[in-house]
């Protein structure tokens, strides 16, 4: 560093600054002290002591973030900091004179020397410039240039994140994000466009460092700095929500603007993402007032259902328009509703919304799980207007999200299936393992084991390139088939729902399962307005609201054909009735998965959440979960939303692991 002489008005002005900031560090000290913690700087050579490291890297000369400096490598001079790196020692001493220099030197020149750090899990620890931090610190400089070190440690299951990190520094060298969840920094990369083992190029890293810049900027700001979750964390949310290439394009104005709009999911994320999973629709609270004076349908609603594809080429859509339908059927001139068709991407759905909203619509339903990202970004630019998106495990406090229990009717279907077969072999066709499918899947062998303990499920995927799930089952010999829940109205076929598929070609409808959205959408209604409290408490971001709801909200239903023998419909009439009033379980334990795991205990059920997260196939199961890279362009899409996530590490989610297991080629999800 460049010695200068100062004058005593310049050490005086200095001085006072030093004064200011060892205020600071005393404050953090007491702070530390009172919620029994270290008040000092950490010390690296204390902590890797009991470390085992695989390695010294040495990175050269780069910008690190002054966030990411926790500590000083030896403990020379710890205790001459607060742990916010702010001053303890007195104004009057060699300290304080040494640190107002450099504050003047940084004030009129610039403190251009590197210091010399230690990086270490993702956090610096300084082994000279300790000063130099402090200044730069008190001034809330984004950056500080570094000679870095990297201490590596061994892989274990604790470091795990971090070499999740390291892989992404392979690829970006920057230090401008550090998560606290594992999956975030492919999370981060999805969202930038860029494909697994992709280099950043200059101009990339330029503007992650300028929008994690900018965001930092933003979010202290707005006093993130006092919420638990992390500046990077909430990066990530506010990224997902807006869309990377936007946000690399807004200034720290604009970001602060826009945070503050939906500075709600920021705290449901501090608080942990809690999810109020409301699974009958009479557990929706009612708040004293509205319990005296029930409000009601009101005289005049307008409702928008905004689908992808059309009503005519798409059986999803297709059964939300009959839903839409019976809205305007059971609430004849009360309501007004509106569809909007081909709302494939976000551009499109935004637009849709947007129409919605002009046309006066008050309440809006996106009906596909893609949907969700824009769902929110639209319900925070119109904070008046209700939105809903089709889709389950979402952790927004902007928009309420909602599904069916269709694992129910499958564990009917399943049954059915095996007591009619008389084989120990039935097919299932799947389309692609995101949230519900894997308890669908399972919900069938289960139901189907109940009846026949031998009974063996062959599964089949559609949206895997290259393969024909049907002529697979059909080459396997293989007639009792579960499929697909409705049909396209644009290419009907009889193969939906459970069916037998004879040699000679004929076909035969079982049973099917039924999504009745009408009746769905009739229930939120009228709970939005009988005065719930429910979604009132999301909106202040304390939760986030999905609706789960099943046979016991008479929304879930499964139909037999007429020619099924009296046994067999009286026992799955027993079974549905048992399901509806909650007396019946269907994934009640024991639960083996196919690796002979056990997945719950004999006598418990699984509780809510491992339903709808389940990622193993039940032990009857002959078939495995796809890799991504495996699926159609359309399924990736939706894999990426509500995809089930394979840890190839895990043994129990380890395709090749599993095919192996079951001694079979399996199929294909």
């Not at 104004?91 to 004030?107: C, D, L, P, R, T």
């Not at 401008?176 to 981060?188: A, H, I, N």
């Not at 494909?195 to 965001?215: T, V």
Request: charged share 25%; with cysteine; net charge negative.
């Amino acid at each position: 560093m460049t010695k200068r002489l100062f004058c005593k008005e310049d050490i005086s002005m200095a001085i006072n600054d030093y004064a200011a900031a060892l205020k600071q560090g005393r404050r953090s000290y007491r702070a530390a002290l009172s919620r029994g913690e270290y008040p000092y700087l950490p010390v690296l050579d204390e902590m890797i002591s009991y470390t085992e490291v695989a390695a010294f890297e040495n990175l050269g000369i780069m910008d690190i973030p002054l966030s990411k400096i926790v500590g000083t490598k030896t403990v020379g001079r710890s205790n001459a900091f607060a742990n916010n790196f702010m001053p303890l020692l007195p104004e009057e001493s060699e300290f304080g004179n040494k640190w107002a220099a450099v504050y003047n030197h940084q004030i009129d020149d610039g403190i251009n020397d590197p210091i010399i750090a230690f990086e270490f899990m993702n956090q610096f620890y300084v082994q000279e410039g300790n000063k130099r931090v402090s200044v730069m610190k008190y001034l809330k400089t984004y950056s500080l240039a570094a000679s870095v070190t990297r201490v590596v440690p061994k892989r274990s299951e604790e470091t795990r994140l971090y070499y999740e990190f390291l892989d992404f520094y392979e690829v970006s060298h920057s230090y401008d994000v550090c998560f606290y969840k594992e999956g975030s920094y492919q999370k981060l990369l999805k969202y930038m466009g860029k494909k697994e083992g992709e280099p950043f190029s200059d101009d990339d890293r330029m503007n992650l460092h300028s929008a994690c810049y900018n965001f930092e900027l933003a979010f202290n700001k707005a006093n993130g700095e006092k919420l638990d979750i992390n500046v990077s964390d909430a990066f990530l949310i506010y990224v997902g929500i807006y869309g990377y290439q936007k946000v690399v394009s807004q200034t720290e104005q604009e970001i602060s603007r826009s945070l503050q709009k939906m500075w709600t999911e920021i705290t449901l994320a501090d608080q942990g993402s809690q999810v109020e999973l409301v699974q009958n629709p009479e557990n929706v609270k009612a708040t004293l007032l509205n319990k005296l004076i029930p409000l009601g349908i009101p005289d005049s609603l307008k409702i928008a259902f905004i689908y992808t594809k059309t009503a005519s080429t798409s059986s999803w859509a297709y059964a939300h328009e009959l839903g839409r339908q019976y809205l305007e059927q059971i609430f004849a001139g009360k309501i007004e509703t509106m569809a909007f068709e081909n709302a494939d991407t976000e551009a499109e759905v935004e637009e849709a919304i947007d129409l919605a909203v002009a046309a006066g619509c008050e309440l809006i339903f996106t009906t596909a799980t893609q949907m969700v990202n824009q769902s929110v970004r639209s319900a925070i630019q119109y904070p008046k207007v209700k939105i809903y998106n089709c889709s389950i495990k979402m952790s927004y406090s902007s928009i309420c999200t909602y599904y069916a229990r269709m694992y129910e009717s499958k564990f009917l279907m399943g049954a059915i299936a095996a007591a009619l077969s008389r084989t120990d072999r039935l097919g299932y066709v799947a389309d692609y393992p995101i949230y519900g499918t894997l308890a669908n899947i399972n919900a069938f062998a289960l139901g189907a084991k109940m009846i026949n303990p031998y009974v063996k499920i062959h599964l089949e995927w559609t949206k895997v390139e290259g393969n024909d799930a049907r002529e697979r089952l059909k080459q396997e010999g293989i007639v009792f088939v579960s499929d697909t829940d409705m049909i396209t109205p644009q290419n009907a076929s009889r193969e939906y729902g459970l069916y037998v598929k004879r040699e000679e070609g004929t076909l035969e409808n079982l049973a099917t399962p039924i999504w009745d959205w009408g009746k769905f959408y009739e229930r939120i209604i009228r709970n939005i307005f009988s005065g719930g409290s429910t979604e009132s408490d999301a909106q202040k971001g304390k939760k986030a609201v999905n609706y789960w709801w099943g046979m016991s909200a008479d929304v879930i239903d499964v139909i037999c054909s007429k020619s099924m023998p009296v046994g067999t419909a009286r026992l799955i009439e027993l079974l549905k009735n048992s399901i509806r009033t909650g007396e019946f379980q269907p994934f009640c334990g024991p639960i083996y998965s196919q690796s002979g795991a056990l997945q719950c205990k004999k006598g418990e059920n699984l509780e809510a959440d491992k339903i709808i997260t389940m990622d193993w196939l039940a032990d009857n199961v002959i078939g495995r979960i796809p890799e991504a890279d495996e699926l159609t362009e359309e399924a990736k899409e939706l894999v990426e939303f509500q995809g089930i996530k394979v840890d190839e590490s895990g043994t129990e989610k380890n395709a090749a692991v599993r095919s192996e297991r079951t001694g079979e080629n399996g199929g294909r999800e």
